[in-house]
Each structure stands twice: as structure tokens, then as C-alpha cells.
């Protein structure tokens, strides 16, 4: 497809389960972004990637949340154990590649809202 | 304080009206800013970057304000198909990937 793809798009999880979020980007774009957005609130950064190297995971709110993107395409954002307060819509949006201080244009998904029970 | 502050609104307007709002950033070494437009339930989409000098794109209007530290948007001639969230962004020199947004103004056109 043409957009930045992510999948599922609703996940209902019962407290203490694992679940996985998954992100297509678009093809050739270098960054890759996870963000949360909670109920009437922002998009909050989480964890960017370069290709396949996490260059930043100062967002991630616990260690209980992972996020890898092995072959520089394709990125899983895990989260253990989840808690009702992991509720939240997870966005992830790709970018072409970002210029030093100037971003490019950041396509985003339309994410997965996710529900804990 | 957040790195990005917004007036949350609701801004009700009518159609053909002016509506005009303002952020903030924290962080004095920001180098780039962007309005992004959120409708209900759907994921942001880039509105219009927005350049030192202003900038304009059909009715839209973007000022930049490096020495008090905000950015404004002006709506002209309001649709009701601007009715959204309107997200304020900007990044950091330091971080120049990192995206941090604002928890958005809402606006609403009537008929």
C-alpha cells in the first residue's frame, strides 16, 4: 500500500497479557516513530528508529515495552504484561529520513487503539 | 512543563469566520515547527510547516515568534470541513527526529 499500515487496528487485551503492535511503513522511508496517545491528549513520543537501529527509546514508559524493527522495515512495539493504564492508541509514522535540525514530512498509520481489561 | 503548550479550546465558530490560535514550546533551540490536523478517531496528517519568515496556504496562515517563543495559526473563511484537532509540533535541535506535540485545540465550524 501507499501509507504507513498498522495492524491490528483494535486489541482488547485482559490485564497481564503480552500483546504486539505491528507497523508497515512506507516503502524506502528511513525513520520510523512510535508514539501513544491517550483520550484527548497529544501523541506522546515512545521510540525512533534509524533503518534498524533504535536510536532513541527515552519515551518508553517501562521496561515492560519493547520495540524492534530487526530489518529496517517492518517494527513490532511489545508490551508485557500489560496494565490498564497501557490503554491508549499506539501511532506509528515513517519519514523519508531526517535532515540535522530540519524533520521531513512524518506520514503516520492510523494506529491501534488498544483496550486493557 | 510540557515542551508544547495549547489552548485546548473548543474554538465554535461559524462558517466564513476568522479563528485564530496560538502554542508555545519550551525548548529555545527548536528548529523546526509544523500544524498537523487530527480529525476524530484518525491518525495527524501535516496541515502546513512553518517557516521563520510566516507562511500562508490558501486560507491558512502560520506565524513563527522565536523571541516569545510561540506559533500561531489563522483559519480564513472557515469550512465546516476544518472542523478537527489541530496539533501544534516542534522538535529540537538536540533531538531533531524526536516529534513533540501538543495536546491539540479542537475547533469547531457551524453551519
Known amino acids: 500500500g501507499a501509507g504507513v499500515s498498522q495492524s491490528p487496528r483494535y486489541k482488547v487485551a485482559k490485564r497481564g497479557q503480552d500483546v504486539a503492535l505491528r507497523c508497515d511503513p512506507i516503502?524506502?522511508?528511513?525513520?520510523l516513530f512510535w508514539y501513544q496517545q491517550a483520550l484527548g491528549q497529544g501523541p506522546e513520543f515512545l521510540t525512533y528508529?534509524?533503518?534498524?537501529?533504535?536510536?532513541?527509546k527515552s519515551g518508553l514508559p517501562s521496561d515492560r515495552f519493547f520495540a524492534e524493527r530487526p530489518e529496517g522495515s517492518v517494527s513490532t512495539l511489545k508490551i508485557q504484561r500489560t496494565q490498564q493504564e497501557d490503554s491508549a492508541v499506539y501511532l506509528c509514522?515513517?519519514?523519508?529520513?531526517?535532515?540535522?535540525?530540519?524533520?521531513?514530512?512524518?506520514?503516520f498509520g492510523q494506529g491501534t487503539r488498544l483496550t486493557v481489561v | 512543563r510540557k515542551e508544547v503548550e495549547q489552548d485546548p479550546g473548543p474554538f465554535n465558530v461559524p462558517e466564513g469566520a476568522t479563528v485564530a490560535f496560538n502554542c508555545t514550546y519550551s525548548?529555545?533551540?527548536?528548529?523546526?515547527f509544523f500544524w498537523y490536523r487530527q480529525d476524530c478517531r484518525k491518525e495527524p496528517k501535516l496541515l502546513m510547516s512553518?517557516?521563520?519568515s510566516g507562511n500562508e496556504d490558501g486560507r491558512f496562515t502560520a506565524q513563527l515568534n522565536r523571541a516569545s517563543q510561540y506559533i500561531s495559526l489563522l483559519i480564513r473563511d472557515s469550512k465546516l470541513s476544518d472542523s478537527a484537532t489541530y496539533l501544534c509540533?516542534?522538535?529540537?535541535?538536540?533531538?531533531?527526529?524526536?516529534?513533540?506535540f501538543g495536546a491539540g485545540t479542537t475547533v469547531t465550524v457551524r453551519a
Open positions: 509514522a515513517s519519514s523519508l529520513y531526517t535532515k540535522g535540525g530540519v524533520n521531513t514530512e512524518a506520514f
Open positions: 516503502s524506502g522511508h528511513v525513520s
Open positions: 528508529f534509524q533503518n534498524e537501529a533504535q536510536l532513541d
Open positions: 525548548n529555545s533551540a527548536s528548529q523546526s
Open positions: 512553518v517557516y521563520s
Open positions: 509540533v516542534v522538535n529540537s535541535q538536540t533531538n531533531d527526529y524526536k516529534l513533540s
